[in-house]
């Protein structure tokens, strides 16, 4: 059983893809793949410097996070060339994973830019996680420390909330409590498992 797991910035992704992982799911997180794929050593990385030079390295060799989002950010060629090195090395490495799950299990891969990148139909159900925009500005600026204008950049910089939910199977709100949400999510995994023998 392959699913795909998304949801806008400070939606509340993080917790559910938690939650899933503690009911059994084998979870594949595409944001720590993307890290281990251009760790030091990584062709990945080598393709970055390749690509933009090594300015975007720091001083132990590894890439600059911040350096890199600076050349990226607002410049969709560029951003387009960053992801055209990554998200290949990301689905290889995430095929690799679920290859060595066990037999039966519900495998989540947790995609923050699964809408953005057309992967939703490659899925056997799509989990959204969901909340009203004006919620994630708040959560954004009250516990990252973004203000206002920056918080409304992420979302801008994302699939709407209406293009998201077009492609959700499931859609988890989360604008309740940590045990609605545990007791939401808990339903919905229950369904992915009595699913598994359907497909």
């Known amino acids: 059983m392959r699913v795909g797991l998304t949801g806008g910035v400070a939606s509340g992704k993080s917790t559910v893809s938690a939650i899933l992982a503690d009911l059994g799911a084998v979870v594949i997180d595409a944001d720590l793949l993307a890290r281990e794929v251009v ?23 590894a890439l600059d996070r911040p350096a890199m989002g600076a050349i990226v950010f607002g410049d969709e060629q560029q951003r387009r060339v960053l992801e055209g090195i990554i998200h290949p090395r990301v689905r290889a490495r995430a095929a690799e994973l679920e290859r060595e799950a066990p037999p039966g299990a519900v495998v989540v891969h947790d995609i923050p830019l699964l809408t953005e990148t057309g992967q939703a139909g490659s899925f ?16 954004m600026v009250s516990l990252r420390g973004l203000t206002r204008e920056e918080a409304l950049g992420r979302l801008a910089a994302q699939a709407s909330r209406e293009d998201r939910l077009a492609i959700a199977t499931h859609v988890i709100d989360n ?22 023998s359907t497909l």
């Open 124 to 139: 056997d159900a799509v989990l959204v996680v969901d909340v009203p925009e004006e919620t994630q500005l708040q959560r």
């Open 175 to 196: 604008t309740g409590s940590l045990e609605d949400l545990r007791r939401r999510v808990s339903t919905v995994y229950d369904d992915l498992v009595g699913g598994r």
């Open 39 to 61: 760790a030091p050593g990584t062709e990945g990385l080598s393709a970055i410097v390749d690509a933009f030079g090594a300015q975007v390295l720091s001083a132990d060799g």
